[in-house]
Structures are given as structure tokens and as C-alpha cells.
């Protein structure tokens, strides 16, 4: 198997510059229109999140970035809250310090420490999601944190064993070797036993399809491939607030804070 082609989406969508483009400009126009709170999780200048708050809370959901754990920060993704905030969920976007500055391990950390502080600042279990890396993370914190902070999780594209990227160019920045591949791989950890529906684009590679219903039955979880859409147009459904992907999402953040 070429572990470089099924993992480096960059490369396998060449058009990828412009979609990145558009979600900046659509995030720019969504904070606009809806001016976040700023939240510190941290002392660093990336340790904050921006927080979308509906007039009424129904739910509480947070999104992570994607960019491989070295790219973006969370002005790329803030169009993301868009249809969740439509349904009466407040959606947190934290940002996280990149590698090669820091090892994943801290990003890892880091994750923790904004869910945490967002449960502090609205005393509501969640649901976690993200995208590519962001997937990652989200996994990360179900498996980690309680189910009264952490209740449920949709990753989207994401990655849940590591070792397959250790031959790959992603990894230069990374660092990872078998060990810390392992430690920090979701699917090696126990299932919670919560809620998970793990979400991938129908044209992604063959191994994120593999990993995201692989992982998702491993956990007692549900999957999806969303036809015809690639690592980066896999989002494209979340500013919608109709549509049955952004609906299943706010069902969960309802019924994990008793409003379903």
C-alpha cells in the first residue's frame, strides 16, 4: 500500500488551496455576522477558542481544526457552527499549538484543558467533533475525559490509528515513532461506551474510509461516507442547518443536555 497517496490529501486534492480559501472567508463573514465570545483555555497565544452562543442553549458542541496537527488555527473553521448555532447549540472552535513547536502529545493536552474549560464556562456535557486532525482530537477526548464533560463524539475524517503515518512526509513534523504512534492512537483505547458516529467523504482515500467505519464499529459506534465528497469538501454540509448530517449533530447536543 502507498501510505504517502492514501494519507496525503493535500496532494490528492489539488484544488484543496482554493476550498481553504473559502472557508477563511466564509469564517471571516460568519464571526462578522455573529461576533464570538473569546474564551482562554491556557496561557499561550493559541490556547483560546472562540464561542458561539444561540439565544437559547439547547446543547454544547465543540469543533476542532484539521491541518494534519501543523496547519490553520480556529478562523478556518468558525463557518463550521453556522448550522449547529441555527439549532440552538453553542459551538466552541479552539485553536492549539502546532507541531513541529510542540510534540501531538501536548496538543492532546491541550484539547483536554479546552473541554474542560468549557464545561467550566457552561456546565453542559458535550459533543466533540473535527475534522481530519480535529477527528482525531475529538476521539481522543471521549476516550479520556468524563462522560459529563464529554458525552458524545462526531468525528469527521479523522484519524484514530497513527502508525500508518510514520513512513509518510506528515511525519516530518510530527515526530512520531511506534511508541508515541500507539500511545496516542484512539482505536488502542478502551470504547467508552458512548455515542459516536465517525463521518468520512464518500471519495476519500480507501484507508480514511477504513479508518472511520473501522473505528466506529470498534467503539459500539455508527459511520457514514457522505457521497461525493472529498477531505475538504467533507465539511461543506455543516453551515447548513437542514441538512441531516448538521440535524443528526444537534439531535445528539440536544439529547446529551436533556432538550430532545
Known sequence: MDLEAEYNNRARVPGHPAIIAGWIQDSAAFRA?????????????????????PPEIRGVAMFFHGG??????????????AGLLAQGVAVACPSYDLCPMVPLATIAAQAEAAALALHARLGRPMVVSGHSAGGHLAAHLQARLPADVVAAAVPISGLFWLEPLIPTSINTALGLDAAS???????????????????????????????????????GGTSEALPGLD???????????????????????????GHL
Open 181 to 219: 504512534a500507539r500511545a496516542l492512537s484512539p482505536a488502542l483505547l478502551p470504547s467508552p461506551g458512548r455515542p459516536i458516529h465517525a463521518v468520512v467523504g464518500g471519495a476519500e482515500s480507501p484507508e480514511f474510509l477504513r479508518q472511520s467505519a473501522q473505528f466506529a464499529a470498534l467503539w
Open 68 to 81: 494534519y496537527w501543523q496547519a490553520l488555527d480556529r478562523s478556518a473553521v468558525s463557518h463550521c457552527a
Open 33 to 53: 455576522a455573529h461576533p464570538p465570545e473569546v474564551l482562554a483555555y491556557g496561557p499561550g497565544a493559541r490556547e483560546v477558542m472562540d464561542l458561539f452562543l
Open 231 to 257: 477531505h475538504f469538501t467533507v465539511l461543506d454540509p455543516l453551515p447548513d442547518p437542514q441538512h441531516p448530517l448538521t440535524m443528526r449533530f444537534a439531535r445528539l447536543a440536544w439529547q446529551v443536555c
